[in-house]
């Protein structure tokens, strides 16, 4: 049973960088597509992106150019950054897996870090 | 980008009930389509890929059934601790999306 668990800061200022990590145990293989979903508030999921274990990434278009995933699998670690950040940024956010299969399910999820916006 | 719809946006159903949810896309998807179920301050949990395949130690009263453009989770005798936000996802294409979540509430 993968598990993962994300952490950083819980509060970043208006134009800023928030930068997570998801720490990932359990999994019995790397090749997984490692992702970032969040939920703002009083809202649904909404996917952020992927890094795939080749280091091959792929983001929602909604965010333009402000996401970077990046993956260190000697570490067992995933990260997220998302750049010039506002309030719309503010939710609960989940790392999760999915493995290379046709429906890419995501199997494995974090408990989610709140990430506020806020000056 | 291929939005879903689900339906209805919350219902209230009592222990023992058969409760449905429906998920429909913008466009066909084939079976591409994922449900999850989340309750607040835990993570999601699969409960059903590929439209009907039950994720392993899911409970047998969930199913899932659809292809194409609509799709439908199936809660066949509820139970107490079905109590949550039931969203679909599809993965026809790399740009995921999620249905805006089914929100069950135990009478």
């Known amino acids: 049973q993968v598990q993962l668990q994300e952490s950083g800061p819980g509060l970043v200022k208006p134009s800023g960088t928030l930068s997570l990590t998801c720490s990932v145990s359990?999994?019995?293989?790397?090749?997984?597509?490692w992702s970032w979903i969040r939920q703002p508030p009083g809202r649904g999921l909404e996917w952020i992106g992927y890094?795939?274990?080749?280091?091959?990434?792929n983001h929602n278009s909604f965010l333009g150019n402000r996401v970077t995933i990046s993956l260190d699998a000697s570490k067992g670690q995933f990260s997220l950054r998302l750049t010039s950040v506002t309030a719309a940024d503010t939710a609960i956010y989940f790392c999760?897996?999915?493995?290379?299969?046709?429906?890419?399910?995501?199997?494995?999820w974090g408990q989610g870090i709140l990430v506020s916006v806020s000056s | 980008d291929i939005p879903l719809t689900q339906s209805p946006s919350s219902l209230s159903a009592s222990v023992g009930d058969r409760v449905s949810i429906t998920c429909r896309a913008s466009?066909?998807?084939?079976?591409?389509l994922n449900w999850y179920q989340h309750k607040r301050g835990k993570a999601p949990k699969l409960l059903i890929y590929?439209?009907?395949n039950l994720q392993s130690g899911v409970p047998s009263r969930f199913s899932g059934s659809g292809s194409g453009t609509e799709f439908t989770l199936t809660i066949s005798g509820l139970q107490p601790e079905d109590f949550g936000t039931y969203y679909c996802?599809?993965?026809?294409?790399?740009?995921?999306?999620f249905g805006q979540g089914t929100q069950l509430e135990i009478k």
């Open positions: 890094v795939f274990h080749t280091g091959a990434t």
């Open positions: 996802q599809q993965s026809f294409t790399t740009q995921y999306t």
């Open positions: 999760a897996t999915s493995t290379p299969t046709p429906s890419r399910h995501f199997d494995s």
């Open positions: 466009r066909g998807i084939a079976t591409y």
């Open positions: 590929a439209a009907s």
């Open positions: 359990g999994a019995s293989s790397t090749s997984y597509y």
